[in-house]
């Protein structure tokens, strides 16, 4: 059979634990038991060894067979790094009542785009902890490589999902990929040469040429 290696693409199924609660999964009835609405999940397509999955898994991947179920232990190190002290910050309770919050402790906020925990609340000051919650914990991973992915389509649109969480129409000509939509052009301009690297393929983006328009002859009187 086989064997996995790096830049294949795979579609894989996994479950995450961190002492031993689920906190991450692509299996619908694993996701029931996180009280997740399970009509979303489904597998996830990744190109191996090119981070689009946890290190330590990603670093699993290569040499497995398809078909087959493996687990591993990660160390914070290659999960989601070691507690980072100067990721809890202190705010004003102001800060808050201005935008009518009332925090709390164990009050999850978004703030400054990034999911972060209110650790305590006294004396009008707030403490937030802006790690993962997951950092500094060993994770365990259960996973399946369901089937390596051959097709050049899908590959593109896993890049996408990936990189750039929506789908833009494309072309595929011989080993070129040629992207409709001209407003990409800077981001395949700077991630293409990866993309070439884990594909084989040559991206780029049509940009559309404004049509000049002929100055009208003036009418002789």
Do not use: C, W
Not at 35 to 56: C, F, R, Y
Not at 105 to 113: E, F, I, R, V, Y
């Amino acid at each position: 059979m086989t064997k996995i290696r790096k830049n294949d693409f795979i579609e894989i199924e996994f479950t995450g634990l961190a002492n031993g609660e689920i906190f991450d999964t692509t299996n619908k009835k694993d996701a029931e038991k996180m009280g997740i609405e399970p009509k979303n999940i489904k597998p996830l397509t990744i190109s191996v060894g090119n981070q689009m999955i946890l290190q330590g898994l990603d670093e699993d991947l290569e040499g497995k067979e398809t078909g087959k179920e493996y687990s591993i232990h990660i160390l914070p190190e290659k999960a989601f790094g070691k507690r980072d002290p100067s990721m809890i910050k202190t705010y004003g309770l102001s800060h808050f009542t201005k935008q009518n919050i009332n925090p709390y402790p164990g009050m999850a906020l978004q703030l400054d785009n990034t999911i972060a925990k209110v650790l305590s609340v006294s004396g009008g000051r707030v403490t937030i902890d802006f790690n993962n919650p997951i950092a500094g914990k060993e994770v365990d991973y259960k996973y399946k490589i369901n089937k390596i992915i051959t097709e050049n389509k899908e590959k593109v649109n896993a890049l996408q999902d990936f990189f750039f969480k929506q789908r833009f129409e494309f072309q595929l000509k011989d080993k070129k990929v040629i992207f409709k939509d001209d407003k990409i052009k800077q981001f395949i301009d700077m991630i293409g040469p990866k993309f070439s690297e884990i594909t084989g393929l040559e991206f780029t983006a049509e940009v559309k040429k404004e049509t000049k328009k002929e100055p009208k002859k003036e009418e002789k009187k």
